[in-house]
């Protein structure tokens, strides 16, 4: 018997400003490059960071679970961002939330430890080129300068007065992540693509 069940195709909550992200990046000759990057896996994960828990995770991970306040550790396509001192997200390839959490449960064993699929909450905004800063200078008020918040360094922080978690990708041209809500992905999107116009 043939599965009649209806498929619904994933779509990302900026798939309609993909073609205006691209013509902010074209028009801006390079200094800024605009883009979603959607779907990423994002778990959510809280323990002791001084359990044996938090060993055997980062062991099952591939990727120890950053200790330093605002820091982000990357191992190939996984990353660990710290958001608190029993608090992370482990980002990861679309696709992988399964797997993920899959693993971080069976290394947490009997430990207390909350473990929760947040992918669906966020989307993944790019902000990359030699002005990417200075864009994001615009609506953030933490210091952005490479010796402050370079490779590395990751925060929750207000952009354009919206929560977002803003990651400094691992080569200071790969520009940031901004991790923000999927509700509020179309505002800061606005905002974003009004600031670069004067890059345009």
Known sequence: MA?????????SPLAHAADRLAAATRSSGGAVRLAEVPF????NVRLDAKSPAADAVGLALGLPLPLEPDTVVRVGELGAVWLGPDEWLVVGPPG????????????AGDEHVSVTDVSAQRTTLLVGGPRARDLLSHGCRLDLHPRVFGPGRAAQTTLGRTQVVLVARDEPRAGFWVLVRSSFAGYLTDWLLDAAVEYG
């Open 40 to 43: 990423l896996a994002q778990i």
């Open 3 to 11: 599965d009649t069940a209806p498929t619904a195709r994933q779509r």
């Open 96 to 107: 992988t939330q399964r797997d993920l959490e899959g693993r971080i449960r069976s290394a």
